[in-house]
């Protein structure tokens, strides 16, 4: 299913066994729950999907894996994010010949490039491959951002569809419609602010909460949708000591706490990332715990 960039799509934790294996049952029954809850798309193996640490043939078994398993109902994206142009051209052509529905693109990984070069680094892969882009602009964790004038030239090529908004200025999007219109959908990519850039036009949300509270995700953004912005609002007052977790280096630990906490995921990580401990998880455990007995009744949409 080709994606057409709206709603909420959640980046998908990747999901390992006790011996660092794929754990594909604890990862799809996380894709189950996602769908359940009404998700429009999802984005597998990005940086919260543990992304620097999987394999090509990881990549590639994990993106036949989601295809198989939700079989056309959802938009599958695969994330780029590789140090050298080569390395990612061929994990577009991979995720292509794989049948992934789009790319998100992270700018060069380590090299932090310049506008000329960053705008190279997209077009060689947008040439390479049929599948639609949405590029992700985060200047606060990778230090390159791609401003308007970039987007003015990236634009012209037409599977650059869309972008992951996630420069923690959300007057950005207002930029981005004044110059742009329709032309590109914007979804939010920072947590903390997903109802503050839903308010102000963005068409989606790809969320990292989400993997531990889907429902609850997917319903703010309809009532946003609907113009309820009270009702969501409430929610997203409940919800934010949890958001809070996805701006943090460990965000891949945090989640994975929640998901183990709602019965949707597992908590092992690969290498060198380890599980929380101390105080540092009592501190995390304590946000998730007073988040579950304080949890609200979701109104109907």
């Not at 794929?22 to 798309?41: K, P, R, S």
């Not at 056309?72 to 577009?92: D, F, L, P, W, Y």
């Not at 995700?217 to 009532?223: G, H």
Request: aromatic share 6%; proline share 5%.
């Amino acid at each position: 299913m080709k994606p057409d960039w709206k709603g909420i799509y959640p980046a998908l934790t990747t999901k390992f066994t006790e011996d660092d294996q794929l754990d594909i049952l604890a990862y799809l029954n996380n894709v189950d729950a996602q769908m359940d809850a009404g998700i429009h798309g999802c984005v597998i193996a990005g940086s919260l999907g543990e992304a620097s640490t999987l394999t090509q043939d990881e990549k590639v078994s994990l993106l036949a894996q989601t295809l198989s398993h939700v079989n056309g109902r959802i938009s599958v994206i695969m994330n780029i994010a590789e140090q050298s142009t080569k390395e990612a051209v061929t994990a577009a052509e991979n995720a292509q010949e794989a049948g992934a529905d789009g790319l998100m693109m992270l700018p060069p990984m380590r090299y932090i490039s310049d506008d000329r070069e960053t705008i190279e680094f997209y077009k060689a892969v947008a040439t390479s491959c049929d599948l639609p882009i949405m590029t992700y602009n985060n200047p606060h964790d990778y230090k390159i951002e791609i401003t308007i004038p970039m987007f003015e030239e990236l634009l012209k090529m037409d599977t650059i569809q869309a972008t992951k908004e996630s420069t923690r200025d959300v007057t950005n999007v207002t930029r981005m419609r004044n110059a742009f219109g329709d032309d590109i959908k914007i979804l939010c990519g920072v947590d903390t602010l997903a109802l503050e850039e839903l308010v102000l036009g963005a068409d989606g949300w790809v969320a990292g909460l989400v993997d531990a509270f889907p429902r609850e995700t997917v319903v703010i953004y309809e009532l946003v949708k609907q113009n309820r912005i009270a009702e969501a609002t409430k929610i997203y007052r409940w919800f934010m000591p949890l958001l809070e977790l996805d701006i943090h280096p460990k965000l891949v630990q945090n989640i994975k706490m929640a998901e183990a906490k709602t019965g949707i995921g597992t908590e092992n990580v690969r290498p060198p990332r380890l599980p929380l401990t101390g105080e540092e998880r009592t501190r995390v455990q304590n946000i998730i715990d007073d988040a579950l007995a304080k949890r609200p009744e979701l109104p109907a949409l």
